[in-house]
């Protein structure tokens, strides 16, 4: 990282930040194009070590690249704040981010899918102990994203 003044290396701010947002952006490489995908997302922190979750369908263009190119970076951002100033060359603002790599996984698991979905609606509704109907389960598909590298910034 160029500004290590503002890196951010305590593993719990890390964690306390990616447990306040809700939406971590997905690059994949497409044949030499860049495809950014949006999605609600749950996470699991284990010795440091981030898994996160998210769903969709099992077609289209997230679905394809995720079966072919299972590498992928990440970003989540979060807490911006403009910073006005005198002059547009001195405004600034005030944010966090977490920017990343890793590995994904088409879940076919149940039980697995189960876990990711609640991982999911816990960190959507702060709530746990849902339900899932077999059919519901069978119709949506699960993504798991195994974090190879993680940095955090903040200004």
């Given at each position: ?114 876990k990711g979905l609640d991982t999911l609606m816990k960190q959507a509704s702060h ?29």
């Open positions: 990282m160029r500004r290590s003044d503002r890196e951010i290396t305590d593993s719990r701010q890390i964690e306390a930040f990616i447990a306040r947002e809700q939406i971590i952006r997905i690059a994949f490489y497409d044949d030499g194009d860049i495809y950014i995908v949006p999605v609600n997302y749950g996470y699991i922190c284990e010795n440091d070590k981030y898994t996160f979750y998210f769903h969709g369908a099992g077609a289209g263009r997230k679905f394809s690249l995720a079966a072919a190119s299972p590498k992928v970076g990440f970003e989540i951002d979060g807490g911006y704040q403009l910073i006005e100033a005198d002059s547009a060359c001195n405004y600034s603002a005030r944010f966090q981010s977490v920017i990343g790599t890793g590995t994904l996984h088409i879940v076919e698991d149940i039980a697995e899918k189960r709530k746990s102990g849902w339900s899932y109907s077999d059919a519901m389960l069978n119709a949506v598909t699960v993504f798991r994203l195994d974090a190879d590298k993680l940095s955090c910034k903040a200004k």
